[in-house]
Every structure is written in C-alpha cells, then in structure tokens.
C-alpha cells in the first residue's frame, strides 16, 4: 500500500479530488495532510473526509528532527505537493528521492520559480499575452520548480480572457488531470 502525504497551504481543492480520488483505492490511501498554515481551509476539508492533519510551521518543517519521524509516524511512502508555498528541504528531497511530486499552474520552465504561484502565475501569462497556458506535474528537487516533468497538459487562450478566466481553465486541468497522473506515477 502506497501512502500519501498531502502538503497544503491553502484552501484545498486539488487535495479534496485527490483523496476522493483515492478513497476506495486498494493500493493508494491518504494517510496525512499537512499544512504549514494553522488557517488553511484545506484542513478543514481533510477532516471533513476522515484525514488526519498535521500543521508544521517552517521552523518545524525545516527541522528534520521534526519533520521526518512526523512522516515516519504515518508511514508515508509519497509526498503530493498540492498549493504547497514552502520550499522543500534537502533532506526532504533526499529521504524521498523521486517521491514528491508538485503541480504547478504553468507550463514550466515558463512561469516557475519563487514567488511564482497561484495569482502571481496567471498575472504573468496574462501580461505575457500567452496563446496557451496549462499544468505541469513534476518531481521536486532542490531547484525551484526545476524537477523532472512527470506530464504537462495545456489549454487554449484567448486575448479576451482574464487573470481569472485564466485561473478557471487551470483549475480544470489540475482537477481532470492530476489524481491521475499521481496514480500512473507511483
């Protein structure tokens, strides 16, 4: 059985579809969600469907001493970045080698890196006057948005759309496409 931590910063609905994605699953189960934000509603949904949830502030969170025997505690075997805004540890990187996965709401390498999330992404497609936009899932490494593409999928933009438009057409994307891509992947 393959057991998935969550990591969240926020409101949460990528991390709802993926344990509902997983809820009847023989092989993938949902053992923790944690966030590093006490007021991240992705909490609240985490409980509301039976998931433990855990809040590690980043001091903690950078404490491997924290950190990992958390993790071990679980019995986690696969990280799922889901609105994550923390930088990911090295030792974190290295105890879970090619098992933390990330979705970032561009088509990287384009629109990566700090202070590239959410809001910020979409602005910048926008401003950029982009024709399409779309998803990547990859694996977490100690660049910024630099691990190794796992898949990407795009979506069709218009120069009518806006930040928001352009929100709601990825928001499609990481909901059709990333439970999936996590289930052929681990």
Request: aromatic share 8%.
């Amino acid at each position: 059985m393959k057991k998935l931590a969550i990591f969240v910063s926020g409101s949460g609905t990528n991390c709802e579809n993926i344990i509902r994605y997983f809820k009847d699953s023989t092989e993938v189960e949902t053992v923790l969600v944690l966030s590093n934000r006490a007021d991240a509603y992705a909490l609240v949904r985490a409980e509301r469907l039976g998931i433990p949830t855990e809040i590690v502030p980043k001091k903690e969170f950078m404490d491997e001493h924290v950190l990992l025997p958390l993790l071990a505690r679980y019995e986690v075997t696969h990280i799922i970045l889901a609105g994550f805004l923390l930088v990911v540890p090295p030792f974190l990187i290295e105890q879970y080698d090619h098992k933390i996965i990330n979705l970032h709401p561009a088509l990287l390498p384009k629109y990566g890196g700090r202070g590239m999330y959410g809001h910020h992404v979409h602005e910048a497609v926008k401003a950029a006057g982009e024709k399409e936009t779309g998803i990547t899932i990859h694996y977490v490494n100690e660049v910024c948005d630099g691990g190794d593409i796992i898949r990407q999928f795009s979506v069709a933009l218009t120069p009518d759309d806006t930040v928001e438009d352009i929100e709601a057409k990825i928001h499609v994307l990481e909901q059709s496409h990333f439970p999936q891509v996590i289930e052929e992947t681990i």
